[in-house]
Structures are given as structure tokens and as C-alpha cells.
């Protein structure tokens, strides 16, 4: 899956991005082909990356063609027992920073999902999920964070006859501790 982002402000100094997608499969549990910590039966079977190098659209990439350092990390059980959380973050060094403009659709970064180990690990291989691009932020050592939670366009897709449109499917909205508690009233 390749994601992307359309600018919602200009940034004068584009420093770095964050990314959060979630995969929600059917059941109350993480069948075992999504079980990808370490340890576990698919261990780094999903990642996310931001290397321009990877970027297999016809989008000109965020990072302006330019070094980038990333780290990532895959969440199990975030919003529910049958969840999986892909979290990234890239940044460019410090001094390189670049000029975004607004409009122009930029590539973000792509995850994939792996087949390693899809013979031991058979219970939920073939299990519909979903999977959401919920979240960008676009920082700025000198200028307010951009955050960007409203796709333009297609941000979800089914896995094996999951849900493709999922309008509000994961829940991504911070609240606070009264707006959660007056849910459940």
C-alpha cells in the first residue's frame, strides 16, 4: 500500500512526517497470521517505509529526493484484541529542510504485508481485514504541525473480502476523559 498526502498549509521547512495506519481483522481476537512482533509466528512481516527508492507511484515523493531517517514500530491490540497499528516516522536532517506547497499530491511512504511464514502460521491468513490510513502529521522546526486525519481519496482497503469503505472505521479522534465517559452513559 502506498500512501500519500495533499499539503493542507504550506510549510516553508518541511522537516518530517509521521504516519499511522491500522488493519482491523474479523473476530474478537489477532488470528496468528497477523501476529507480527517479535517472537511471535510472523515476526516483521508487515513494515513501513519512507525511503523514496520504494515509491512505485508516478507521485513525486515528500522528501524532496533527499537523505531520511525513519523508524517505525507495528502495535498489536491498539482499539481492540484484533489489531494491528503500523506506526512511522521520517525525518530529514537537520539544515536540509525543504518548501511544501499546497495541492500537489506527494508520496508519504508505503507498508507491506509479507507472505514469510504464511504455511506455519496458516490460522488467519486467509481472514478478511481491513486496513485504514487514518493519520499524517507534516512538522516543522519553525512552523505549526499540519495534521492531516480527512482522506482525499481512497485511504482504505480490503484484505481477503474485507471492508473497502470504511468511512469512520477506526476510531482516530483525540478525546477527552469526560466525551469517552459520556459514551458509555
Known amino acids: 500500500m502506498n ?26 481476537t489477532l488470528p496468528a497470521w497477523w501476529q507480527t512482533a517479535a517472537g511471535q509466528c510472523r515476526q516483521n512481516q508487515i513494515t513501513i517505509s519512507f ?27 491498539v482499539n481492540g484484541p484484533n489489531r494491528v497499528r503500523v506506526n512511522g516516522l521520517a525525518a530529514i536532517p537537520a539544515g536540509s529542510e525543504i518548501p511544501l506547497a499546497t495541492g ?31 493519520e499524517t502529521k507534516l512538522l516543522s522546526p519553525t512552523e505549526p504541525q499540519s495534521v492531516i486525519t480527512n482522506p482525499a481519496g481512497n485511504y482504505c482497503i480490503g484484505w481477503n473480502g474485507g471492508v473497502a469503505t470504511c468511512p469512520g472505521a477506526t476510531p482516530t479522534e483525540n478525546r477527552t476523559w469526560g466525551a469517552v465517559k459520556n459514551l458509555y452513559r
Request: aromatic fraction near 8%.
Open 51 to 77: 525511503d523514496p527508492s520504494v515509491n512505485a507511484t508516478t507521485c513525486p515523493d515528500i522528501w524532496g529526493f533527499g537523505t531520511i531517517v525513519q523508524v517505525s514500530a507495528i502495535q498489536q491490540g
Open 3 to 28: 500512501a500519500s498526502v495533499f499539503p493542507a498549509v504550506p510549510m516553508a521547512t518541511f522537516a518530517s512526517a509521521s504516519a499511522i495506519i491500522d488493519v482491523s481483522t474479523t473476530g474478537g
Open 104 to 134: 500537489d499530491e506527494l508520496w508519504l511512504c508505503m507498508v507491506q504485508i509479507f507472505r514469510a511464514n504464511t504455511l506455519a502460521c496458516v490460522t488467519g491468513c486467509s481472514s478478511p481485514a481491513t486496513i485504514v490510513f487514518n
